[in-house]
């Protein structure tokens, strides 16, 4: 979410400075690649690239290719092929294993259905959406439709799909993307052209909710900036929680454990942690805490700080169920050797990030299957 946000705000730089700009994406992938379909980057006039759709090795030659396309302003699909010999003459050198297939499109400022602004529309709420993007994979003459159709939990749908039994059939695939929280990419066979449309399920930025405004916080709130999740930084006491000492922060309070989650919106891609360093102010928020869909509670500190909590908790009458423990971690962090705040720091959002993902925070050496799903290259057909 972070690319397509600093994508928006790069575009409006543009339109400001009277550049044009194209918009790149990865639509399809054979085999390895750096970036997955989805991956996109703006292009202005004067070569300032915005976000990426390889590890370096194809922007060079996208950018010249992207120049073209606003001269011309036409769409331009674009493939990549690493047992190509002639990548290297072309000094692309991908090394990479796999076909990328790129569409190109101008981004032209008077439609107000350009490519930026379906991006803007899934970036101006934090809510789940889908993003479908049309190309004609096997006819480079056909037409490029390009991205044409954004849907947002919300409700709110935009497109420019001109044929109807394309756009009936699309529009209902976004909304089971939506619906199954799922990304796919199918071709529309019909007796004209054949259209490829990567549906592309887009959650919402993480929020990550932190109690406690002292020192140790700062690099945590910076780091989750960095990423573009969403920080809330809450603390009791005044003077903590500011600007000034948090300048990247979405939100900061001063409020105490009672009224400080009806502050918040919280949902199933906000995390928590617990670093106040003030026992009884973490355990009371640890109890409002709890029956809240969370997928991470962090908690700072030893874990007999933890158990201590939990037991009083207990004791109090709270209930503590096997899924509510398995979501609380605490000790904070991956075991990563951390002693410093910055480095305590990288340990809790390296945690939370494997949490988010679903996935075990291993070296990639022990991994014994590919590092993206092949499942996601797989293209489905359906006959209009």
Known sequence: MKELEDIVKAYHT?????LRTALATVVHVEGSAYRQPGARMLVTENGLLTGAISGGCLEGDALRKAQLVMLQQQPMLVTYDTNDEDDAKLGVGLGCNGIIHILLEPVNTNDPHNPVALLQ???NHRTPAVLVT?????????P?????????????MQHHIPDCHLQNAITADAHLALQTQTTFTKTYLSTGNDYTAHTAYLPPAPQLL???AGNDVIPLVKMACLLGWHTIVVDGRPGYA????FPEATQLLTAKPAQALAQVATDQHTAVVLMTHN???????LAQLLPLPLPYIGVLGPAKKLQRMLEELSENGIPISRQQRARIHGPAGLDLGAETAEEIALSVISEIK???????????????TTIHPREQQIILQQQL
Request: net charge positive; aromatic share 6%.
């Open 14 to 18: 543009a339109c400001r400075q009277g």
């Open 121 to 123: 529309e899934v970036t």
């Open 134 to 142: 049309i190309f004609t994979l096997h006819n480079r003459k056909a």
């Open 144 to 156: 490029q439709p390009g991205t044409c159709l954004v849907l947002t939990a919300n409700g709110q």
């Open 210 to 212: 932190i109690a406690g």
């Open 242 to 245: 500011t600007t000034t000492r």
């Open 279 to 285: 026992y009884n102010y973490d355990l009371a928020l």
């Open 354 to 368: 494997s949490v988010l993902s679903a996935a075990a925070a291993t070296s990639l050496r022990e991994k014994t």
